[in-house]
Structures are given as structure tokens and as C-alpha cells.
Nanobody
Framework: QVQLVESGGGLVQAGDSLSLSCTAS????????MSWFRQAPGKDRSFVAS????????HYSDSVKGRFTMTKDNAKNTAYLQMNSLKPEDTAVYYC????????????WGQGTQVTVSS
């Protein structure tokens, strides 16, 4: 069974840092591009960051650019999202997703991890 499991969420104060992990199991994800999305209460799920299968290219939403960094360790089948200078508006459930083909629908999604930033 293929699974993506996010971890690392929690409650922090504004200005703090947090690191999320997304670990894949059931198959190797070395050939997959990975992304992070988030969904705040009452809002649609939105794109946060993405990384190509080899980690060579990353892309960020304007709202997190310069504060968040996404990396991928194929040997560990894990993607990471380092979040610095957190703001209350970053509060959301964060989801990771994986897809084999760029610009295609995502093949796998995680169950999400809650990030809460207090002011």
C-alpha cells in the first residue's frame, strides 16, 4: 500500500520556525515530483511549494517565497518543508502530494498535518 505521511506540525508563535516531513512508503518516490499544499479553515486548498524529482528545481507561492524552503532526500523517500518566520496566516493543514508526471494530476496525497501559528 502506497502512503505519504506528513509529520512535524504543531503550535508555534509568530516568528518561529517549523520543519515538516513527508515520508513515502510502499514504493520508491525517487522519480516523483513532490509538492506541499495547505488548507486554512473555510478556504480552498492552495499551493505552497514544489520540487522536481531530483531536487533540482523548486517553486514557491508568493506568500511563502523567501521564508519556506522545500527539499527532497530520495535516499530516505522523504520531502521536507522548512518554514521560517512563520505568520498567523500560515495557519493551516499542510498536505504533501506526489506525481510522476509534471503538470499531471497528483498520484498520491498525504493525510495532512496541522500547523498553528499564534500571534
Amino acid at each position: 500500500q502506497v502512503q505519504l505521511v506528513e509529520s512535524g506540525g504543531g503550535l508555534v508563535q509568530a516568528g518561529d520556525s517549523l520543519s515538516l516531513s513527508c515520508t513515502a512508503s510502499g514504493r520508491t518516490f525517487s522519480g516523483y515530483g513532490m509538492s506541499w499544499f495547505r488548507q486554512a479553515p473555510g478556504k480552498d486548498r492552495s499551493f505552497v511549494a514544489s520540487i522536481t524529482w531530483n531536487g533540482g528545481n523548486t517553486h514557491y507561492s508568493d506568500s511563502v517565497k523567501g521564508r519556506f524552503t522545500m527539499t527532497k532526500d530520495n535516499a530516505k523517500n522523504t520531502a521536507y518543508l522548512q518554514m521560517n518566520s512563520l505568520k498567523p496566516e500560515d495557519t493551516a493543514v499542510y498536505y504533501c502530494a506526489a506525481r510522476l508526471l509534471a503538470r499531471a494530476a497528483y498520484d498520491y496525497w498525504g493525510q495532512g498535518t496541522q500547523v498553528t501559528v499564534s500571534s
